[in-house]
């Protein structure tokens, strides 16, 4: 099962077209959109509309190696560090994966006022000789799950991703 995000108003809206107890939200978007189990098998087997990023195995950038980030004693710091290097790396695409979000708030941000205005407790840092800021009261997961999302918009391969997340 897959999740995507959908704005409150929309989410109000479908909820709204509840016929019955018990009918999900993908029953109701398959009513409301009028798609048959005959469309989805066809869709489910057709290619799709715009191709994946493609990985690239000889990015240009130098990730902090296990024993800088070793040195540096708390979660912050390597998790600074890192995201340090994939700007330098590769500005313009860290400038499009800093525009992803979680769920309820901002995670990196032009300014630390941005950051703040998507939540209360977000004590916002400047990532090191970068343009950008970062929510910093998070735990080691979540600063994880923020550098993946990023590696991830910015087509590193997924061991490379794994293996610099284990190190955070």
């Known amino acids: 099962m897959k999740t995507i995000e959908v704005d409150e108003e929309l989410y109000r809206y479908i909820a709204s077209q509840t016929q019955h107890i018990g009918e999900s939200a993908s029953d109701i978007l398959r009513r409301l959109l009028g798609v048959t189990p005959q469309q989805l098998t066809e869709c489910a087997n057709a290619e799709p509309l715009v191709q994946p990023a493609q ?10 190696d296990a024993e800088t980030l070793a040195a540096e004693e708390s979660s912050i710091g390597r998790f600074m560090l890192v995201l340090t290097a994939l ?9 499009q994966a800093a525009e992803l979000k979680g769920r309820k708030r901002l995670y990196i941000a032009r ?3 941005e950051l703040q205005a998507n939540g209360t407790t977000t ?3 400047p990532i090191p000789d970068t343009p950008f800021w970062v929510i910093s009261n998070t735990n080691t997961a979540r600063k994880r799950h923020i550098i993946n999302q990023v590696m991830t918009a910015m087509a590193y391969p997924a061991d490379q991703i794994e293996q610099v997340c284990d190190k955070v």
Not at 55 to 64: F, G, I, Q, R
């Open 55 to 64: 990985t690239n195995e000889a990015l240009p950038v130098s990730l902090p």
């Open 111 to 113: 300014s630390p006022e």
């Open 123 to 125: 004590k916002p840092k």
């Open 87 to 95: 700007y330098r790396g590769q500005p313009e695409a860290f400038a």
